[in-house]
Each structure stands twice: as structure tokens, then as C-alpha cells.
């Protein structure tokens, strides 16, 4: 048996916050979306590399608030490419924590990704 690494879902409230901030800020490429039917909620993948995350604004999918933790190898990289695109919302600072190097960087809807680079 072979198990797959978990894709963390990530509740939204606004498709336009959420494209703005995890397309155009952070860097993903939406792999596909769905709606039931027109004017229903968003559900959509999106992907940078290896990292993969759902995002829905259907009410049961996820809680608002949660934090997934996502490990990588160049934490300085990531965070001069955030900084260098002055988002108006987020400043993520990197800080040196005994199991890594960490930013954490909060959505428009409460969630948190929180990148670590740990030792060598």
C-alpha cells in the first residue's frame, strides 16, 4: 500500500480575494476548478511544484482558521520573491526557530501558511 501526500483543503470566501492572493501573490497556477452549476461556490486546485492545495467556498468543505505547514528548501528564495511583489496585505518576515527557518504568511480568509526550511 502506498499512500499519497495529503492535499490540506482551505475554506474561501471570495474568488477574487483567492485568485489575487494564492495565483497572483504566492505564485500557484490553478490546476482546474468546478461548480455544480452557475452561481454556485468555487472549488478549484491549485499547485506550485510538489505543493498542491484545495480551496472551496462550500460551507462543510474546511474551517476558517486553519494552518497547513509546508517544508522547502530555500526559504530566503520565497521570501524575496513575496517581498519584491509588494502585496499590499501581507510582509511575511522569516524567523529563526529551532526546528527551522519560518514565514508565515496569513490568507484574506484567516488561513495560515506557515513554510519552514529546516536545519541542515
Avoid at 20 to 31: N, R
Wanted: negative net charge; hydrophobic residues 40%; glycine residues 8%.
Amino acid at each position: 500500500m502506498n499512500l499519497s501526500p495529503a492535499i490540506p483543503i482551505l475554506r474561501i470566501f471570495s474568488e477574487e480575494k483567492a485568485r489575487e492572493f494564492y495565483l497572483d501573490f504566492l505564485g500557484f497556477a490553478c490546476e482546474w476548478e468546478h461548480r455544480f452549476e452557475e452561481g454556485m461556490p468555487l472549488y478549484m486546485e491549485i499547485r506550485r511544484g510538489e505543493l498542491v492545495i484545495h480551496l472551496s467556498e462550500h460551507h462543510g468543505d474546511a474551517t476558517p482558521g486553519s494552518t497547513i505547514f509546508v517544508h522547502l528548501d530555500d526559504i530566503d528564495a520565497l521570501h524575496q520573491e513575496l517581498t519584491a511583489k509588494e502585496y499590499a496585505y501581507a510582509r511575511p518576515g522569516v524567523d529563526d526557530l529551532p526546528w527551522g527557518r519560518v514565514m508565515q504568511v496569513g490568507d484574506p480568509f484567516g488561513n495560515r501558511i506557515r513554510f519552514c526550511q529546516p536545519p541542515p
